[in-house]
T-cell receptor
Framework: EAGVAQSPRYKIIEKRQSVAFWCNPI?????LYWYQQILGQGPKLLIQ????????DSQLPKDRFSAERLKGVDSTLKIQPAKLEDSAVYLC???????????????FGPGTRLLVL | GQSLEQPSEVTAVEGAIVQINCTYQ??????LSWYQQHDGGAPTFLSY????GLEETGRFSSFLSRSDSYGYLLLQELQMKDSASYFC???????????FGTGTRLTVIP
């Protein structure tokens, strides 16, 4: 079974530039998550989709971050404009989620390492 | 608000047993998960406790006490490959998503 795919793996940009990350979840997984992980910290949830609808985006800095999941499969996360403090690893994860509440194992992709100069 | 506390670093000897504690404060608690992350790698799921008590999966066990807002991960027969960061994460009611702690970096020495 293929895992969660992310691209690019690394990105270096200058502040005020724009950047976009792509994620392809595990086939059949309805729920997709984007996390930001700053060095030395745990992953912080940015946005959660179930199919193509947003479930939780309470921690997404909406003035500069946006995300979409068209057709309920692939997703893109965009930062525009980037700030120095956005330097982090951006992790995508997916889970099966049948719709009933309960523990769903999240499967993480390898992440995109962003450095903002 | 939510908070999770776990030790920042732990060192243990190969073949030994190590326990990583996690205490939490959250407005809505459903369960506690543990994830492992090697340097440069993706977090991978280890264990979940939705009820009080011990869950065992091979060399790894996890414990939860809801009344104490406390859990731990127990790693037995430590191997060098267990050197990694370990995160506890609260599954929150209403959101069905995870709030992660800051992680415990485990170093296994020969």
């Amino acid at each position: 079974e293929a895992g969660v795919a992310q691209s690019p793996r690394y990105k270096i940009i200058e502040k005020r530039q724009s950047v976009a990350f792509w994620c392809n979840p595990i086939s059949g997984h309805a729920t997709l998550y984007w996390y930001q992980q700053i060095l030395g910290q745990g992953p912080k949830l940015l946005i959660q989709f179930q199919n193509n609808g947003v479930v939780d985006d309470s921690q997404l800095p909406k003035d500069r971050f946006s995300a979409e999941r068209l057709k309920g499969v692939d997703s893109t996360l965009k930062i525009q404009p980037a700030k120095l403090e956005d330097s982090a690893v951006y992790l995508c994860a997916s889970s099966m989620t049948s719709g009933s509440f309960g523990q769903e194992t999240q499967y993480f992709g390898p992440g995109t390492r962003l450095l903002v100069l | 608000g939510q908070s999770l506390e776990q030790p920042s670093e732990v060192t243990a000897v190969e073949g030994a047993i190590v326990q990583i504690n996690c205490t939490y404060q959250t407005s809505g608690f459903y369960g506690l998960s543990w994830y492992q992350q090697h340097d440069g790698g993706a977090p991978t799921f280890l264990s979940y406790n939705g009820l009080d008590g011990l869950e065992e999966t091979g060399r790894f066990s996890s414990f939860l006490s809801r009344s104490d807002s406390y859990g731990y991960l127990l790693l037995q027969e430590l191997q060098m490959k267990d050197s990694a960061s370990y995160f506890c994460a609260v599954l929150q009611t209403g959101a069905n998503n995870l709030f992660f702690g800051t992680g415990t970096r485990l170093t296994v020495i020969p």
